[in-house]
């Protein structure tokens, strides 16, 4: 499982995640070297947090930075959150696969969505988030975007390609990945979360009938 192999792993807990902390996320290794360089730099750049400073049997206020370190550490009202969280992460990893599913199911037979793959020989994946990719050259994805909004339904994009982000694009303006860039304009994220039913996404899956059937988001042709 991922966190459990190479130096390092990053996790992030925020709001939208499977395991939330409301924000921040988490580093895990096995290496006693480099957590314990986490923690220096993550607090500060101080070989000891507030706890070690202040608590009776480790009490001394001459704690000095080391290394010019960050405020990065998670609270403590956010660890007792995820603490909570990770209780229920089976459950809570369970619904995301079960709603996950059900999309599949729902878009299985049409020709002009293609959905995420659930599973391999090798395993699972988190299902953070529900990514379709538009198939039909005729719709316009943002104007499906814009369309879904008007029946209440929010959705996102994930996630444009390194290449394409403003900053990138002018520090490598010569950078061309035609799969990346084709890409970019097809997929679709739709709403996923645990509180969700099937019948919520069975409102998703008829707003998106709808639209397609009354092109409402086809593109515009210029004659």
Known sequence: MIGQYGAMSTFSFYATKNITTGDGGMITTNDDYLAE??????????PKDSWKRYSAE???PHVQSIVPGYKFNLTDIQAALGIAQLKRKDDLLSKRNFLVESY?????????IDTPVFQTEHGKWGNHVYVIKI?????DRDKLM????KMNI?????FYPVHKNLYYEKKYPDVKLPASEW??????TLPLCTKYSVSDLEYVRDSLDYIYENRLANKTVFI
């Open 37 to 46: 360089q986490c923690r220096l730099w993550s607090y500060h750049g101080l």
């Open 58 to 60: 480790n009490a001394s």
């Open 104 to 112: 599949n199911g729902f878009f299985k037979n049409y020709d002009w």
């Open 135 to 139: 198939l039909d050259e005729d719709i």
């Open 146 to 149: 814009q369309e879904l909004r």
């Open 154 to 158: 929010g959705t996102n994009l994930h």
């Open 183 to 188: 890409l970019m304009d097809k997929i679709l």
